[in-house]
């Protein structure tokens, strides 16, 4: 295990800036997660934390080492790729074992570690087969199993999950989540969903550009997102942002009609136009809140446990998440409330949070 840190890092393809400044500290045994949508730089930046890719400036220390010109092999980390990379005509246990061997490791040794590798992932059982008689997910635990073998300093996961369906996804995340749990080891895990992010991360790197927008534990980022994009990235479905100003008597006056109460964190709202974002699961039926956000209805989605109603208020789109049985028909109109506590304001011209 060891702490990684990344200061002032810069990559540059010619005269293009694909990563610009980014600072990143992670601590001993933390589960971090870049994310972001694609081409922000996320896999880039694993990349060059891999030794992969070169570094055009800037530093990168895993413990107290200096690793930017270090070659892949000398850093002390292991790699878990998108496809597997597995060897189709080497065994599960050759495969795990592969790097081990080349290192001159004894077969000894060598098959103690993937015995308890496979004991960790379950795939005991499955030692003796080749990659195209498992799984989808037996394989993504052997590539797993291959990094945990050889004992890193930092595991990096580049977007493991995404060649699996649904069902899987769900169940993968559960299981790299409890192996962290097991292991206590730093792991870097780059995908460009938020769902994984949110639910598997310690602490969440969000990139937008090639530069960091956010960094924080996934309920600081939705709790009090920085700006528009990380509360519109952060959040399933995103977050409802309206063009509004303020107006007599401290209500926030929507562009497309109705209004909505300040956060209960601004008590001196600012002059001119702003930004209200305001969550589908946190919006009300009629009077159960504050304000009223007329929604004409166009599509319903009763999901048994809620309703998402998509519609527009005005000219702008909006969803409602609801919890209650909706008798409203698509063209009829539900009013909205919300709770002040729920209300997020940012600066139209700057899209950053305005708090106090």
Known sequence: MAQLQLSEVRKSFGAVDVIKGVDIDVRDGEFVVLVGPSGCGKSTLLRMIAGLETVTSGSIRIGEREVKNLRAKERDIAMVFQSYALYPHMTVARNM????KLQGIPKDEIAKRVNDAAAILNLTDYLERYPKQLSGGQRQRVAMGRAIVRNPRVFLFDEPLSNLDAKLRVQMRAEIKQLHQRLGNTIIYVTHDQIEAMTMADKIVILSGGAVEQVGSPLELYDRPRNTFVAGFIGSPAMNLLEGRIGAG????????????????????????????????????????????????DVLEPTGSETHVMGKAGSVEVVAVVRDRLSERPGETLHLSVDPKHVHLFDAASGLRIAE
């Open 250 to 297: 401290g209500m926030i006056e929507l562009a497309g009609g109705g209004t909505l109460p300040l956060p209960v964190d601004v008590a001196s709202p600012p002059k001119g136009g702003v930004i209200v974002g305001i969550r589908p699961e946190h919006m009300l039926l009629g009077g159960a809140g504050q304000g009223d956000l007329p929604l004409r209805i």
């Open 97 to 100: 074992g592969f790097a081990l």
